[in-house]
T-cell receptor
Framework: NAGVTQTPKFQVLKTGQSMTLQCAQDMNHEYMSWYRQDPGMGLRLIHY???????DQGEVPNGYNVSRSTTEDFPLRLLSAAPSQTSVYFC???????????FGSGTRLTVV | LAKTTQPISMDSYEGQEVNITCSHNNIATNDYITWYQQFPSQGPRFIIQGYKTKVTNEVASLFIPADRKSSTLSLPRVSLSDTAVYYCLVGVPYSSASKIIFGSGTRLSIRP
């Protein structure tokens, strides 16, 4: 049972480039979310989803897009990378029968 | 969304009991209280969740007074491996309207 898998683990982008951070879970969880964590700070919610086809904005959605075409996958798209988006990104999932959220191991993104 | 307030940092010694208190004065009737633990370079890990009174599992206890405006995470007989950041969250788990918001957390340092 893999849990929540995030790829890539590390990424360096140039300003203005776009990319997609991948998140997949194999626990049949309805709820998935994306957070970013800046050095020494807490996690901030970017976008979340309560099921396939349903997404909503979190605290800091600007510059990011998401979609949820399947229960398993919840990719996060950076439209035009900026240095302010340098951060560690965590994906999480949960369900009504689970205790709390299960987090992935994170993607460390640097925008130069 | 209920805002939480926690101490920024705490220090203790191996073998001691550690209590971390979280204030959530505007907690709503349906909100639960959930605690997570985060080690460096890892995603947060669910510790314990409760609604009222006391909840205990194999790693911690959660004490919630009758007015629910605060809660206390209790870690019995801590070890060096308990050095981590601890987050208190308040919200309705698994709700379609739920945004799981993390605060800044409490950085717990355990000394030999």
């Amino acid at each position: 049972n893999a849990g929540v898998t995030q790829t890539p683990k590390f990424q360096v982008l140039k300003t203005g480039q776009s990319m997609t951070l991948q998140c997949a879970q194999d626990m049949n969880h309805e709820y998935m979310s994306w957070y970013r964590q800046d050095p020494g700070m807490g996690l901030r919610l970017i976008h979340y989803s309560v099921g396939a086809g349903i997404t909503d904005q979190g605290e800091v959605p600007n510059g990011y897009n998401v979609s949820r075409s399947t229960t398993e996958d919840f990719p996060l798209r950076l439209l035009s990378a900026a240095p302010s988006q340098t951060s560690v990104y965590f994906c999480a999932s949960s369900s009504e029968t689970a205790y709390g959220y299960t987090f992935g191991s994170g993607t460390r993104l640097t925008v130069v | 969304l209920a805002k939480t307030t926690q101490p920024i940092s705490m220090d203790s010694y191996e073998g001691q009991e550690v209590n971390i208190t979280c204030s959530h004065n505007n907690i709503a009737t349906n909100d639960y209280i959930t605690w997570y633990q985060q080690f460096p370079s890892q995603g947060p890990r669910f510790i314990i969740q409760g609604y009222k009174t006391k909840v205990t599992n194999e790693v911690a206890s959660l004490f919630i007074p009758a007015d629910r405006k605060s809660s206390t995470l209790s870690l019995p007989r801590v070890s060096l491996s308990d050095t981590a950041v601890y987050y208190c969250l308040v919200g309705v788990p698994y709700s379609s309207a739920s945004k799981i918001i993390f605060g800044s957390g409490t950085r717990l340092s355990i000394r030999p």
